[in-house]
């Protein structure tokens, strides 16, 4: 099978992309982080107050931030290989 060779502009922008997509979702698991230091909640707290929604909006910026940056390795990989036809 013959091999296709990206074009350079291709390149450049899977790239860069990969990068945005790497950077944002590793900022994104470091706000995760930083909201949960900052917010100390006790078992007793826990169980009085509405924890259910603040662990829910921490699961889903935690989830985005992870898919960011799988999206952003998977760009990477495959700027680095060859289409096969």
Not at 57 to 77: D, N, Q
Request: no cysteine; hydrophobic share 45%.
């Amino acid at each position: 099978m013959p091999t296709r060779r990206r074009s350079r502009a291709e390149i450049d922008r899977r790239y860069f992309f990969a990068d945005i997509f790497r950077k944002t979702g590793g900022a994104a698991l470091a706000l995760v982080v930083l909201i949960a230091a900052g917010t100390p909640l006790t078992v007793r707290e826990a169980f009085t107050s509405e924890w259910s929604q603040y662990a829910l909006v921490m699961s889903t910026m935690g989830g985005i931030g992870l898919a960011l940056i799988l999206v952003g390795r998977a760009l990477r990989r495959q700027t680095s290989h060859y289409d096969h036809d």
